[in-house]
């Protein structure tokens, strides 16, 4: 072989490796952070005066902050399902705590799922589909996790209501003689110990050893906190900040539940769980607690994220399955409709884009198909998300006009329709539970139900038929083959 021949070709194989290289160099990894039961109303970013977030605020002001996220299901399992598949529960037809794999088949390709079949490491530490929060992060077990998701599983296994330390339940226990209790209670516990005593803290630790030894693939990393879940568990110097007599509860308004349907009453309230004034403070004041350790996990996990060289390369997504009622309309818990339930913190910060904060209305099914778009991979089925890609650039771009959410309750199910200026709630399909529209510009708190005065006897009727299209959309049979992009 001649040297001009042998130049020739030995410089076209640099060439190629330098391109293969840089075009793996290209690929971005992808960091899904979430935490669990999450109200909008606890992130500082979102409005709330206290220094709750100091790791999420800042990460909202590097990225685009969604002021206007909602759930598909203001309960774990079926959200869940939802947004980690692509597609709305009515199509999944998951309404429970399973993972939505039994329902959705086989051949649908989840959002981690598409990644891995990219030549991605995928990896779930603890909490991504449904887990018992507290049981399955006791037993460290897989919950109804989805296997065909991930190259490989974390659990980060904790104590949760066992854990050392002081203890009280604020909870069906009016007269206080009950230190504690298991179960989706409002238990709390000033714990002994540091971060690593517990769940969250282990799952940053597992999430920061995944990161300092990145192989040569890019990575989807999702990282499941299961705070600020009940029980209220955090080590006990988080609690300092936050004396509950100073908390402020939500005001109270005579006659608040008059105009609630029955199916509207939330499963928790301060009636049925016979709270005191001062319980209601010390869950407020604990639930605040559980947000401040969870967010200096968050912080953890981005420190590290920076310390290894990979932010400029890596997508970042911060979200929480669903919101929480911290008492108001003396409500708790989730399941309920109502803003503080359904609404949710949501950031995506992706190298190169000006931070933003976006008012379009986002949903988290939406959130496969915008990374899958930052990617640059090909979405394999129909799903019934919607890209967000183009808020990212022009943070007034609108996606949709308005947010859908479903919830289910007492064998009914309850849906919500929300845009701009109205919230709109409808009890069984054919409104035969009563329906509630609120004025979300004059009425934010949700107290005065308009839906039957004769005054907005067309707004109603816009909505009422608004939903009939929606559900016709959503329960497409084919698991989103038809769905139609209409706004």
């Known amino acids: 072989m001649n040297k001009p021949l042998k130049y020739l070709i030995t410089t076209l194989l640099c060439l190629n490796a330098i391109f293969a290289l840089a075009q793996k160099k290209e690929k971005p990894n992808v960091l899904f952070i979430i935490a669990d039961d999450l109200t909008a109303k606890a992130v500082s970013a979102y409005g709330n005066p206290l220094n709750i977030t100091p790791n999420i605020d800042k990460l909202a002001a590097e990225g685009t902050q969604y002021d206007m996220a909602y759930c598909q299901f203001p309960i774990c399992g079926p959200s869940r399902a939802s947004f980690m598949s692509g597609y709305y529960p009515h199509a999944t037809e998951t309404f429970g705590y399973t993972s939505g794999r039994e329902n959705i088949g086989p051949d649908k390709i989840t959002w981690s799922q598409l990644f891995k079949n990219n030549g991605y490491y995928t990896a779930r530490v603890s909490k991504i589909y449904h887990m018992g929060v507290p049981i399955d992060i006791e037993t460290g077990s897989n919950g109804a996790d989805d296997e065909a998701s991930w190259t490989e599983r974390f659990n980060s296994q904790g104590p949760e209501w066992k854990a050392e330390g002081e203890a009280e339940l604020v909870q069906g226990n ?43 693939e890019p990575f989807f990393l999702a990282v499941g906190l299961v705070r600020p879940h009940v029980p209220f568990v955090a080590p006990k110097q988080y609690f300092e900040p936050y004396p509950y007599q100073e908390m402020v509860l939500p005001p109270k308004v005579f006659g608040d539940w008059d105009d609630i349907p029955a199916n509207g009453i939330n499963y928790v309230t301060s009636v049925n769980a016979r709270m005191s004034e001062d319980q209601e403070k010390k869950a407020i004041a604990a639930y605040y607690a559980s947000v401040s350790y969870m967010d200096a996990q968050v912080g953890k996990v981005l420190n590290a994220l920076e310390e290894e060289g990979l932010a400029d390369n890596t997508i970042v997504i911060f979200t929480s399955d669903h919101g929480f009622h911290l008492g108001e309309h003396q409500f708790w818990m989730k399941v309920s409709l ?16 000006q931070p933003a ?27 019934q998300g919607k890209s967000l890609v183009k808020t990212l650039d022009n943070p007034d771009y609108e996606v949709r006009d308005m947010a859908f959410s479903v919830s289910k309750w007492r064998g009914k199910h309850l849906f919500l329709l929300r845009n701009e200026k109205w919230a709109f709630i409808q009890y069984e399909e054919d409104g035969a539970g009563g329906m509630e529209l609120f004025d979300m510009v004059n009425d934010p708190q949700q107290f005065n139900n308009l839906a039957h005065n004769p005054q907005y006897e067309e707004v109603v009727e816009m909505f009422k038929s608004r939903l009939k299209e929606k559900l016709a959309e959503v329960r497409d049979n084919d698991l989103g083959k038809s769905y139609t992009a209409s706004k």
């Open 338 to 353: 109502h803003e503080e339930s359904a609404k949710v913190p949501l950031i995506i910060k992706v190298p190169g884009k």
């Open 357 to 383: 904060v976006s008012k379009s209305f986002a949903e988290l099914i939406d959130l496969y198909p915008t990374v899958a778009e930052l990617a640059g991979l090909e979405l394999p089925n129909a799903i």
């Open 174 to 216: 009016p007269f206080g003689k009950l230190p504690r209790k298991g179960g989706n209670v409002m238990t709390i516990v000033k714990a002994d110990g540091d971060d690593l005593a517990h769940s969250d803290g282990r799952t940053a630790e597992k999430a920061i050893e995944l990161i300092k030894n990145k192989g040569d």
